[in-house]
């Protein structure tokens, strides 16, 4: 359906990676040559495009995916998942290779470690990435689970569709100057930050104030990226906007939003997403920040990722109590 030539775009496009996450719960995290005990294990659809496409949905967004499962069991469960959460997923193609998973410990104050095997999403290929699927797009959402290859594509083709391109640097590697040239919103951890930038970073700690980070932003802003979303994990975030019409509007501290953690697995996605959802809406990073601070802490307090995530209204509910 025409998208009418004077109304704004609205939708959220996601490119990357669907996998089976197979988790199991421990007091604590084995150390390296130990066996611990396990006290539960489930098998989730997860994978860090697969999450954010759902978390954005379930907040209001129109969105669509594009990625690839494998012929079985794993790749039928994904495709149900996030279709019954709303996201179109006719652009997600069956793949002769298995469906990519994640192994996951989670320990019992919720913190995790993943190791994540590609399957079927090593097969998404450029060619995938139609330009079609893009004339909707008010944000195309990407990570690196996929081939860089295949990110660099997409990011092209939201930046001529003229969509906004949120570019989430994990798991980190090294990406091509284009595809920085292309990412109009980067979205980091702080380890993920001091490493894109090397040596010269000094990422500050938690606790410092908003002046702390102008040698950070103006690093950024060297490399070509004026609006920057850096995570905190339980102390926050820290918007980095070079953009914005003010100097004390340049950067923004989002405090945390307190909860009792169960499970942190997909809480990263959930914010991903939530970011997604509302700069598609139009509002301004910072704001978007803010939402998706409270959306990412709602996840963290359930097992599991998608299903963990929260509506808008619960989001709405949390912001105000």
């Not at 609006?227 to 975030?237: E, I």
């Not at 953009?243 to 307190?258: K, V």
């Amino acid at each position: 359906m025409s998208n009418g030539s004077n109304a704004p775009k609205a939708g959220i496009v996601v490119v990357g990676s669907l996998n089976a996450d197979l988790t199991i719960y421990t007091d604590r995290l084995p150390n390296p040559g130990e066996t611990v005990h396990g006290n539960g294990f489930a098998v989730n659809p997860g994978g860090k495009s697969a999450n954010q496409a759902v978390a954005a949905s379930k907040l209001g967004g129109q969105v669509s995916l594009i990625g690839a499962v494998g012929d079985d069991s794993n790749g039928t469960m994904l495709l149900d998942s996030t279709a019954n959460a709303g996201v179109d997923v006719s652009r997600v193609r069956r793949s002769d290779a298995v469906t990519g998973v994640a192994v996951i410990s989670v320990d019992a104050g919720g913190e995790n470690s993943i190791i994540i095997s590609a399957g079927a999403n090593g097969t998404l290929k450029p060619s995938d990435v139609e330009a079609d699927a893009f004339r909707n797009a008010a944000v195309v959402c990407l990570c690196l689970e996929v081939g860089i290859d295949t990110v660099v594509a997409a990011a092209q083709a939201g930046h001529d569709a003229a969509a906004t391109v949120l570019l989430n640097l994990s798991p980190y590697a090294e990406v091509p100057e284009v595809l920085a040239s292309l990412s109009d919103v980067l979205l980091v951890n702080a380890h993920e930050a001091a490493l894109f930038l090397g040596s010269e970073a000094d990422i500050p700690d938690a606790a410092a104030e908003a002046e702390a980070w102008e040698p950070v932003r103006d690093q950024f802003a060297d490399r070509g990226l004026q609006r920057v979303l850096v995570t905190l994990g339980a102390q926050g975030s820290v918007v980095l906007d070079s953009l914005a019409r003010g100097t004390e509007e340049q950067i923004t501290r989002i405090s945390p939003t307190r909860v009792d953690a169960v499970d942190t697995t997909g809480a990263g996605d959930a914010f991903t997403g939530a970011v997604a959802a509302r700069l598609a809406a139009g509002e301004s990073l910072a704001d978007a920040a803010s939402f998706a601070s409270v959306a990412a802490a709602l996840a963290a307090t359930k097992k599991g990722t998608q299903a963990a995530y929260a509506s808008r209204e619960e989001v709405e509910a949390a912001r105000t109590s």
